[in-house]
């Protein structure tokens, strides 16, 4: 499976270290890298992959990827595509745990990645163009994208508002049902253990995290920093610009609040808890990688073994709820698509999709310069137009728009 699969696996690396810019940006990446270079899925399937994963808390990026991986190759190669897009982040983001202490951060902003966000907005710009003749169709679907761009754009980063406009999106195209008919597929067996494996570890982990504090047992802090992600990767919905909040909440301010003097409470200094928040917004891959910088500074002072241990338990926490789940409720979709509804809904949940990619490329561009008459706002201006021309127009792989752009920042 391995050798069959060798191109597929190389293709996810390669994304997974060039993919900067959040989950709308990957988005417009594995447009360009799964399916117009090599189409190991249809622009059909990834959009409904996209949507379905909207639905599900957890990192909807990585799931949209796992669920590539669970199309072409089943279960193991899901699982080999999660491990390859997540490693490369989490390894960087562990190793800056170690780092951190030695790197002035002031010098952390280098402007090798200041042409990103640009090049990001231009990722979203292609993701638009693409999705729009696939999701926008008819006076509706055009009433449904216009608000989730205003709602998107207004509420950018409140862990409700994507889920909320999805159902919504999806309740108003089944009000009508003259133009899908219903539609039979053979339903397909859906297989339960993953899905008892993130119910009885979500209940063992916060069992077992609750008897270590009420009988105060010695070196507890891994068990609470396990049960304290999973519990975060179970439940946030939105993405890492709701996780990363949750986080300071969780292991910042919260053991501040208590003022509680404990080895054994799992905390991370404020100062540096800010600095790793704005290092993985300069590492390529899933945002969710910032658990394992997490783990590696709650037990720094264990000693270098439990801080890799940290920095794995971070990994393992936060994204395992993501694929168990993923891997669930998608058999429990396609045997639902046997209902002419799930295919309305998908009509305007694809409309909400593109409102979401629109709203979030004005939401990049706010805060890049493009309107004043400097250098840098003509450069940002041509990477934005740049990066859609050659998505869109040329079969330039997308890593090397990326290494392009990290060079103009170095030049320029």
């Not at 270079?37 to 957890?58: D, H, I, T, W």
């Not at 796992?66 to 490693?87: C, D, E, R, S």
């Not at 404020?270 to 590492?283: C, K, P």
Request: charge should be positive.
């Amino acid at each position: 499976m391995l050798l069959r699969h060798t191109p597929f696996l190389r293709a996810v690396f390669l994304y997974s270290i060039t993919a900067f810019g959040g989950p709308q940006a990957h988005l417009a990446m594995m447009m360009k890298t799964f399916v117009h270079r090599k189409p190991y899925v249809s622009k059909q399937e990834l959009m409904e992959y996209n949507a379905f994963c909207q639905l599900l808390p957890g990192a909807s990026s990585t799931q949209t990827l796992t669920l590539i991986g669970y199309k072409i190759g089943g279960v193991p190669l899901a699982v080999l595509t999660l491990l390859i897009w997540i490693l490369p982040a989490c390894i960087l983001m562990g190793a800056f745990s170690f780092l951190l202490r030695y790197i002035d951060t002031k010098q952390l902003g280098t402007d090798i990645f200041k042409f990103i966000p640009p090049m990001a907005a231009g990722f979203l710009v292609y993701a638009s163009v693409v999705a729009f003749p696939l999701a926008i169709r008819n006076t509706i679907t055009w009433v449904i994208m216009i608000i989730s761009v205003a709602a998107t754009y207004l509420l950018f980063g409140q862990p409700w508002v994507i889920p909320t406009l999805i159902i919504t999106g999806g309740i108003i195209t089944n009000l009508s049902r003259k133009r899908i008919p219903q539609t039979e597929l053979k339903p397909k067996k859906i297989k339960w253990w993953n899905f008892w494996l993130f119910g009885i570890i979500f209940i063992a982990a916060g069992i077992l995290s609750e008897t270590a504090k009420k009988n105060d047992w010695p070196n507890r802090r891994p068990i609470n920093f396990f049960e304290n992600t999973y519990r975060m990767g179970s439940l946030v919905f939105g993405g890492g610009q709701v996780l990363m909040p949750m986080m300071y909440e969780q292991f910042s301010v919260r053991p501040e609040a208590i003022k509680k003097k404990d080895d054994n409470v799992v905390q991370i200094d404020e100062n540096d808890m800010y600095t790793g928040m704005g290092i993985v917004r300069a590492m390529p891959g899933p945002v969710f990688s910032i658990a394992s910088f997490a783990g590696g500074m709650a037990l720094k002072d264990m000693g270098t073994e439990m801080q890799v241990l940290g920095c794995l338990i971070g990994m393992l926490a936060i994204f395992l709820p993501s694929a168990l789940l993923v891997l669930f409720f998608f058999p429990i979709w396609n045997n639902l698509k046997k209902y002419a509804a799930v295919y309305r809904s998908l009509e305007g949940i694809n409309a909400v999709v593109v409102g979401i990619m629109i709203a979030s490329t004005f939401y990049i561009m706010k805060d890049i310069s493009i309107t004043s008459l400097k250098t840098v706002s003509f450069i940002n201006i041509g990477v934005i137009l740049g990066t859609f021309l050659l998505l869109n127009f040329t079969r330039i792989a997308a890593p090397l728009i990326v290494l392009g752009c990290l060079l103009l920042g170095y030049i320029f």
